[in-house]
């Protein structure tokens, strides 16, 4: 029994999609090969991955898959066996198609509540390891998740699809060589080293020294995670050596450990002069258009000087590399400077009637005619807030004019950044600059929230307009597509209500908007069907943070006003699960809910004490009584668990009552007041959360 190790050399690789597909192939060769059992349950997968190859080396595979024992129907008796006892012509063909022969004696006859029908039973030989690895090779590449294929030809004139051209094939079991193939190319024990560190083909010698032999012999780290581990380390050396702490975004770092296969890190640098650009700026260009690390000082100040990750050991210590890489940069950083210094030559304000060339959408506008939605919404939104409503609108009305500046048009990502810079720099109220910048925060599942009154406004102004128009045209996300990233509308806003506690009402929120979105012809009233989009991000969001799914369905089914209030509501709730009593009050809830729901009386708003007989009626409204008397109070106080531990004293009343007491008694005036009486301790019942919801 030895290891194996299968590697496909290409040309490069996509450096977004290098980890998934290298991890993808891994596990797929692995699936197929246990599926085909010729792996054992200690037989260990590794991954590797690099910018011109992906390959698996796996522990413990066998040679040959074991024989198999199978039984296999046949045919009915009647048909396969003939008056004569001669297996017919039919018995003969099902035979032939298992690739057996045997006579009618050595099939078993088994009923199967029908018929009889004749089975077959013998053993399966096992395949052998290259049998059964072509195989696995086949599925494997036809099921990859390539962002987008290639198609080359063979020398043969025949054309393949993969996700780049394949150079090599390498298939090792122990030392052995293995006779497969893949797209025109039979496999061997050579393969490409480092591009430019090595020359000829570097023969493998074993599938366990494959890791080993790239590394030391071809120059090349096969392994993603210790090649990016190196990298991030040279990096970070770099960086101390600096006295500087280094930008290191986890995109960035996947993307360059992809790009490279034997990590180099220099240090390279740009005119101070460009420092006068704004940050943000800089860095991007950097990041973006050369892959570059920018370095803030100990004050968190960006420098002048960048690492570069390079895979050449460079014979003069990185000298050619260092000033190549600065001439790059500024050549870059100057037509970033160029656009701010452009953009700043007009004010901000002059560029919003210049919206209504940007196409929103076709059936809501474009961007003039959602900007001034927006400022409606965000106006109403402040003044509920309590933020300053002018500054609120004024913040909307320049929130996407930056879409109209050249900075924003070659780098989309620094919308609102940029409009915060242009703001300030045109003196309007710092306030409207943050709200220019925050309108479009979270940016990102669990980013940073807007930070002023008049941002959230705007905030939560630009996501509902989004939210309500598409919803009234029709745009509802189905399944896994949501092409208008409505779901991150959605929880940024739920977010924004919950997290900065919030004075708002979900639904005079989600009215304001659609009445404003309601002017445009075509669009119609969503309310319920985006109040229920809300409630069920709601509760992906609740049970994500490890809420349980009863105590959340419980709460969000009294709907509480403000959201702000459901976190304190789950934790009376969970609080008062608890109790002893809890279980038998949820039951009685239950029940009460089941009895007013099928009652065709109308039933009076409050109990007539001079209606109630029993003294079991008359103990249970006494109770109630008590727990009402400060039930308003504490609710207004936000004093949930409170509330619900003081139901805790109803359980034997309440119990009391569904034992002695009929309520559907023929008197109507009885009958009524005890509906009443239940319908009063529903509602007491049910001020924090549902709790017919915990019952079982």
Sequence with gaps: MNSLLVEIQTEELPPKALKKLSDAFSQEVFTQLKKADFLLPDSKMKAFGAPRRIAVYITDVLADSPDKPFSQRLVPSKIGIGADGKPTAAL?????????????????????????????????????????????????????????????????????????????????????????????????????????????????????????????????????????????????????????????????????ASLTEWPVVYVSSFDEDFLKVPEECLILTMQQNQKYFALRDQNGKLINKFLVVSQINAKDGGAAIQSGNARVVRARLADAKFFFEQDQLERLDSRVPGLEHVVYHNKLGNQLQRSERIQNIAEKVAEKLGANP?????????????????????????????????????????????????????????????????????????????????????????????????????????????????????????????????????????????????????????????????????????????????????????????????????AANKRIENILKKSKDSIPESVDENLLEAQEEKDLYKALVEVNKDLEGKFEKGEYEAILLDLAPLKAPVDAFFDKVMVNVDDEAVRRNRLALLKELHRSMNQVAKLSCLAS
């Design 390 to 586: 002018e500054l609120a609108k004024r913040g909307a009305k320049l929130a996407k004019a930056d879409l109209r500046t050249l900075m924003v048009g070659e780098f989309p990502e620094l919308q609102g950044i940029m409009g915060e810079y242009y703001a300030l720099h045109d003196k309007e109220d710092p306030i409207v600059a943050v709200s220019i910048k925050e309108h479009y925060y979270p940016r990102y599942a669990g980013g940073e929230l807007p930070s002023t009154p008049e941002s959230l406004s705007v905030a939560l102004a630009d996501k509902l307009d989004t939210l309500a128009g598409l919803f009234g045209i029709g745009q509802i996300p189905t399944g896994d597509k949501d092409p208008f990233a409505l779901r991150r509308h959605a929880l940024g806003v739920l977010r924004m209500l919950i997290e900065k506690d919030l004075p708002l009402s979900l639904d005079d929120l989600i009215s304001i908007a659609v009445a404003e979105e309601q002017k445009i012809d075509g669009v119609k009233d969503a309310s319920r069907e985006l109040k229920d989009f809300f409630y069920d991000r709601l509760r992906v969001m609740l049970k994500e943070e490890g809420a349980q799914a009863l105590e959340v369905e419980a709460v969000l089914s009294v709907e509480p006003k403000y959201l702000r209030e459901i976190s304190a509501r789950l934790k009376a709730l969970q609080a008062f699960r608890k109790l002893e009593e809890a279980a038998s009050l949820s």
């Design 92 to 256: 003969i063909k099902k035979l032939a198609a298992l690739g057996v022969q045997a006579d009618v004696s050595e099939l078993k006859v088994v009923n199967d509540g029908k018929q009889d029908q004749l089975y077959y039973e013998g053993v399966k030989k096992g395949e052998s390891l290259e049998k059964g690895l072509q195989n696995a090779l086949d599925y494997a590449v036809t099921h990859l998740p390539i962002p987008k294929i290639m198609s080359y030809q063979l020398a043969n004139g025949e054309t393949v699809e993969f996700v780049r051209p394949v150079k090599h094939l390498l298939a090792l079991y122990g030392d052995k060589v293995l006779n497969v193939s893949l797209f025109g190319l039979k496999a061997g024990n050579q393969t490409a080293g480092h591009r430019f560190h090595t020359k000829d083909l570097l023969t493998i010698n074993s599938a366990d020294t494959y890791e080993t032999q790239l590394e030391e012999q071809g120059k090349v780290i096969p392994s993603f995670e210790k090649r990016q581990d190196k990298m991030v380390a040279a990096l970070k050396s770099e960086a101390a050596n600096l006295n500087a702490q280094i930008i290191m975004p986890e995109d960035l770092v996947n993307e360059v």
